[in-house]
């Protein structure tokens, strides 16, 4: 797909301008009205795809919970192994469109895996996330990115207080959620990792409060958020924190996001899952995978 169409797309989903615009330029690059609309499902994610790991696979259980924030009740998925007893903890941050098929099911990955996963629904602070894609954006645009910062802060003292928490909490966030998971690993010292795809770093100000080990997922074509790399990078180096940072060359904004269509790459999100697995069993610790 032509790389203007979809750093158009990423710019609409990501706040640059409204639908209208958005359909109105679609159209000039696809070359008709027509052929804007035969493009669209290439470019919106589809849900359906969601299933890497089955919503109701044997080995796993999973519950819908709630856990207090600053902005009151945050609504959250939580699924880890049937069998029981302590394990680390991964807390599973979203794109900007809530907590969605997609996001649950990196969770439901991470739990096979043998961790405690727990993906909170962030948009709670604004009343849940809605099951129509276009409306969870246009409502994750309303809500304002502190109050999603403040529940998602809040999930990290209710995951170590879980019976079934070792006490070795980590994070990964993706998109929007990459730029969360950054801000938590500022702001909570207690966190033992933090992998971050195509986030939003935090300024220069806020390193010396990270105290987790970064692993940090960055698409060659992103220039969006690539352009903050240099500076939190200087800055990580000032402030002697440990990072790893992985350029994937070709790929796009999003490419870990198998229901994404185009901007979708199997082989850079498979290299980054492993990575990222890898990474998470080195500072929080290996348990046992699902049986």
């Given at each position: ?46 849900y ?10 044997a ?128 702001a ?9 795809y ?24 992103d ?10 990078e ?32 199997k ?25």
């Amino acid at each position: 797909m032509d790389q203007r169409i979809i750093n158009l797309y990423d710019s609409f989903t990501h706040g640059g301008m409204n639908r209208r615009d958005f359909l109105d330029r679609l159209a000039t690059l696809a070359g008709s009205a027509a052929a804007a609309a035969a493009l669209l499902p290439f470019l919106q994610n589809d849900y359906a795809q969601a299933a890497i790991v089955a919503e109701n696979d044997a080995r796993l259980m999973a519950e819908r919970v709630a856990y207090d924030s600053l902005k009151g009740k945050i609504n959250g998925y939580l699924v880890r192994p049937k069998a029981k007893g302590k394990r680390p903890a991964i807390i599973v941050i979203q794109e900007n469109r809530g907590l969605n098929p997609h996001i649950e099911d990196m969770a439901r990955l991470l739990a096979v895996e043998g961790f405690l996963a727990f993906a909170p629904d962030l948009l709670s602070v604004s009343g849940g996330t809605p099951p129509d894609e276009e409306k969870a954006r246009e409502l994750h645009a309303k809500t304002d990115p502190k109050d999603i910062t403040e529940a998602a802060i809040a999930a990290v003292p209710f995951v170590l207080a879980h019976a079934e928490s070792n006490g070795n909490v980590g994070v990964v966030g993706y998109c929007f959620g990459g730029g969360v998971a950054n801000r938590m690993a500022a702001a909570r010292p207690e966190l033992k990792a933090v992998a971050v795809y195509y986030g939003l770093q935090v300024p220069a100000d806020q390193v010396p409060g990270i105290n987790a080990p970064l692993l940090l997922h960055y698409a060659e074509l992103d220039q969006r958020v690539n352009a903050g790399i240099a500076a939190y990078e200087s800055a990580l180096k000032a402030n002697g924190k440990r990072y790893t940072i992985y350029m994937y060359p070709g790929v796009n904004h999003a490419f870990n996001n198998d229901t994404g269509g185009a901007r979708y790459n199997k082989e850079a999100a498979d290299l980054a899952l492993e990575r990222t697995l890898v990474f998470f069993r080195e500072h929080l610790g290996a348990p046992p995978r699902a049986a």
